[in-house]
């Protein structure tokens, strides 16, 4: 995964003010390594803060802004697949 990766999915958040990425700590660890490219990535994203969350589990990512959080992680999209895969078959 690289830090690019995020920044579709941070441009698709309303609030572009301050987001904060909450993140596992193997993916904190990475991304303080890339900090400077994912924060030149979301240009638009005026206060981004990197939040280790040992709670969430090895691919998990939550975006938090004023108006909420939204799921990110690599679980979270995979069930999402699975049931719209279950959805169009019916």
């Given at each position: 995964m690289s830090s690019s990766s995020f920044a579709p999915l941070v441009k698709r958040a309303v609030d572009?003010?301050?987001?904060?990425l909450r993140v596992p700590p193997p993916?904190?660890?990475?991304?303080?390594?890339?900090?400077?490219?994912?924060r030149a990535?979301?240009?638009?994203?005026?206060d981004l803060e990197l939040v280790e969350d040992p709670g969430l589990p090895?691919?998990?990512?939550?975006?938090?802004?004023?108006f909420g959080e939204v799921d990110i992680g690599v679980e979270t999209e995979?069930?999402?697949l699975a049931l719209r895969r279950?959805?169009?078959?019916?």
């Open positions: 572009r003010e301050r987001i904060a993916l904190m660890a990475f991304l303080r390594g890339s900090l400077a490219a994912l990535s979301l240009e638009d994203v005026k090895a691919g998990g990512c939550v975006i938090e802004s004023r995979l069930d999402d279950r959805s169009e078959r019916r």
